[in-house]
């Protein structure tokens, strides 16, 4: 007797261990299962932003509750009700979700109660709990006028922008722009204040909304120097006075020891984000020069004259590109004299414009927006087989001529104001040249970067600058957009120089130095420059900005048919699901799936 009034409160304990135990785990398994519900909805909630409030609502519960249910009952948690419910909060751009479920007490008689109610929240938002900055690095090569990419980049880009800051808000994220080609455009504007007011207006052509670019926050050519001479510029005049008719864009060269690449195509010194210990040289396209000939007037037979002891400009390029200049105020047919100002000239297929008289400046590059605005000449261009052409509109693929015309629009450091991300995106441009993934890779991690240097160079507001690259509260991102294999420029410089010509420098005082048959320049840094170097160099900076500064990157391949370069840009991502590999089409999927990949338990 007395033994069975002690077996009670034993059995009890026994039960109520053993049943508070399964609670703990079936109240685990409850909440993994919310957390997966949640996220799956808000996913579900974010990826097409096309459909209507209601619309989104209904997916993101369809998707949310299949996932929870599926993952009760491959559990087996014995439960004998399990239900969800979720609530959508748009203001704040937030998916909560509640569960609720009953199991069974295996002692519920002894302890008079035969079931335990467990209960869980979750919440899933955009960057979880966790603010975002995000470097959205995009190719602008020429080759995006093909298949509409750019169109198709940019609105994808653009829509991107809008829905993190409508579903973010400005406190919360900061956006970079990184337009590249072979080149980066250092002019950055002064970061706007915070705000996610839309910036209205329609999606611009292919060619960009064709607006002048607001003045830099700081005076970048202090940071340059005369890419003949080497000698640091002291005024901007300086600089402009290389580029006339027109005035130096904003694009630059590598300085020395910024980037080291050995002759077997090794990179000898890993990228980080400090600030090189040189100026940058200014990007300027050079001419292409050969002996001046002009026709004898009224003449029918053996008409051209030509004296090897002067130099002209040819302004045809092989491939399409042409450049000429020479400098301002002198006479046709002299021997141009660098230390002057350099100048581009008209020509007609006849000669020049008066072989006895001043030569026309002219330039026929179509982003030159401020000084086609002013009325400035545009060249003729050489006539092809299908006739004469011009650049306008600029729409496609065609021959250009200018000091700055591989020159990219200026990039834009990062930002939390939703209109001067948006307007930035919508003024990209595509420009010739080729194709250097690794620059805006680079100039994408400099933009991230909280290092003094960087904040004084792009001049961020106080308390606007980038995070510290620890900051458990910031989730760090780049995004590298392209559609090419990496490719040097042939016949004029990028970044790192040109390929067909072996020249490693020139002087400005010696315009022969620009002849076809001596060569252009290249870095004496970069003792290989091709495909391989530049694979080299683009893997590097992936790596880097991934185990170093811990960036979560995603890559995205257009239209690319090259197995090794798809393979690198895999390598680049942070992990495989991390890389898109689609074609032109489906540029707009990819950035909405970017949206998705940012989704994360906030609580």
Not at 209 to 219: I, L, Y
Not at 263 to 288: C, E, M, Q, R, S
Not at 538 to 565: F, H, P, R, W
Request: with cysteine; proline share 6%.
């Amino acid at each position: 007797m007395m033994f069975g009034l002690f077996l009670v409160p034993v059995t009890a304990v026994i039960g109520f261990s053993v049943d508070g135990q399964r609670a703990f785990n079936n109240k685990a398994q409850l909440q993994n299962s919310l957390d997966a519900a949640v996220l799956m909805a808000a996913k579900e909630y974010y990826a097409d932003p096309s459909l209507t409030q209601s619309e989104r609502e209904d997916a993101a519960r369809q998707a949310g509750s299949r996932i929870f249910q599926r993952n009760n009952l491959e559990f087996g948690l014995g439960d004998t009700q399990a239900t969800v419910t979720f609530q959508f909060d748009e203001a704040a751009g937030t998916v909560d979700a509640s569960a609720r479920s009953v199991m069974k007490n295996f002692f519920g008689g002894v302890l008079n109660r035969n079931t335990t109610t467990l209960g869980a929240k979750a919440q899933a938002a955009i960057g979880g709990n966790k603010k975002l900055e995000i470097a959205l690095i995009l190719d602008n090569s020429t080759s995006m006028f093909r298949s509409n990419r750019m169109n198709l980049m940019r609105e994808a880009a653009v829509n991107f922008t809008d829905t993190l800051f409508e579903r973010y808000g400005h406190e919360d994220i900061k956006i970079s722009v990184v337009p590249w080609a072979t080149t980066v455009n250092i002019m950055a504007e002064p970061i706007a204040t915070p705000d996610s007011t839309p910036a209205g207006g329609t999606l611009p052509p292919a060619y960009g909304s064709r607006t002048v670019p607001a003045d830099p926050a700081v005076h970048p050519w202090r940071y340059t120097q005369n890419p003949f001479t080497g000698q640091p510029l002291t005024r901007q005049s300086d600089a402009d006075d290389l580029f006339t008719p027109t005035t130096w864009r904003g694009c630059v060269r590598a300085a020395a020891g910024e980037r080291e690449v050995s002759l077997t195509g090794t990179v000898k010194t890993p990228l980080t984000d400090a600030f090189p210990a040189h100026d940058w040289p200014l990007a300027i396209v050079p001419p292409k020069l050969e002996p001046y000939w002009y026709n004898r007037p009224s003449c029918s037979y053996n008409c051209r004259v030509t004296d090897t002891t002067k130099l002209r400009a040819d302004p045809w390029w092989s491939g399409g590109a042409a450049n000429n200049y020479q400098p301002k105020s002198v006479r046709a047919g002299t021997r141009p004299d660098y230390s002057a100002q350099a100048q581009y000239n008209y020509y007609h297929s006849n000669g020049w414009t008066d072989p006895n008289g001043f030569i026309e400046p002219c330039i026929s590059d179509p982003n030159e927006f401020e000084y086609l605005g002013n009325g400035g000449k545009v060249c003729d261009y050489r006539p092809t087989d299908s006739g004469s052409y011009n650049i306008f509109p600029w729409d496609r693929q065609k021959a250009i001529n200018g000091p700055n015309m591989n020159c990219v629009s200026p990039m834009l450091a990062a930002s939390a104001n939703r209109a001067q991300v948006v307007n930035k995106l919508k003024q990209m441009y595509p420009a010739p040249g080729g194709t250097h993934a690794d620059i805006g890779l680079m100039w994408g991690l400099r933009t991230l970067s909280p290092r003094s240097n960087w904040t004084s160079f792009f001049s961020y507001p106080t308390d606007e600058e980038p995070a510290a690259w620890d900051d458990e509260q910031v989730i760090k991102i780049a995004v590298l957009l392209t559609d090419g294999v990496n490719v040097a420029p042939g016949n004029f410089e990028g970044y790192y120089g040109c390929t067909n010509r072996t020249q490693q420098s020139y002087d400005v005082g010696h315009p022969e130095d620009h002849d076809d048959s001596v060569g252009c320049w290249r870095h004496p840094d970069i003792q290989r420059l091709d495909k391989t170097a530049l694979d080299n160099l683009m893997l590097d900076s992936c790596e880097q900005m991934k185990s170093q500064y811990g960036i979560q990157l995603y890559t995205i391949a257009v239209d690319i048919n090259d197995a090794s370069a798809i393979s690198y840009l895999k390598q680049c991502a942070s992990s495989e699901s991390d890389f898109y590999n689609i074609s032109s089409g489906e540029i707009g999927i990819a950035f909405s799936s970017l949206l998705t990949n940012l989704v994360r338990i906030s609580k």
